[in-house]
């Protein structure tokens, strides 16, 4: 198996990971804004483990986009390359949105940090991990729109 294959396949199922965590980092803030509960360390871990999932996967996704994937930066570096559909999602697209995402969840994490109110906390946490994750979401390049790509590589 190739290093290409073996990043490839870590991405691939270390976005469920992502996915998971982000969805139960969001109902506990979700449930903890509307029910006014208090901030919890579980509610914190599970921002935390979502927050790490998505800076693990911009690590092995620069893995692939400057080194060994055939469709990232050597790719953008073909003449018309933005007129190349896949091209330019892979090349440009979805690296710069996740690194949004990656982004907004850790400034998420920041602002928890700094809040005080607990009830505040969670909507802070529901905010900016929501919009992470819904951002995730669109930008993955599900197998649903294109059966040519697998839900689960091996």
């Known amino acids: 198996m190739s290093a290409y294959s073996v990043l490839l396949v870590l991405h691939s199922w270390s976005r469920w990971f992502v996915i998971l965590f982000g969805l139960i980092a969001i109902y506990r803030a979700y449930v903890g804004w509307t029910g006014r509960r ?8 599970m921002g935390a483990s ?4 998505m800076w693990l996967q911009v ?3 620069f893995g692939l986009y400057f080194g060994l994937s055939p469709w990232g930066l050597n790719a953008m570096k073909q003449a018309g ?4 559909p896949t091209a330019r999602f892979f ?11 990656a982004i907004l969840a850790q400034v998420g994490r920041i602002a928890v940090k700094k809040t ?3 009830t505040l906390k969670h909507k802070k946490a529901f905010t900016y ?5 819904l951002l995730v979401l669109l930008m993955i390049p599900w197998g649903i729109w294109n059966p040519a790509r697998p839900l689960f590589r091996f």
């Open 38 to 45: 208090r901030f919890l360390g579980a509610d914190n871990g």
């Open 50 to 53: 979502f927050s790490g999932f």
């Open 59 to 61: 690590l092995i996704g």
């Open 81 to 84: 390359a933005m007129k190349n």
């Open 91 to 101: 090349g440009m697209e979805h690296v710069a949105v996740m690194i949004l995402a």
């Open 116 to 118: 005080s109110d607990d």
């Open 129 to 133: 991990f929501g919009i992470a994750l």
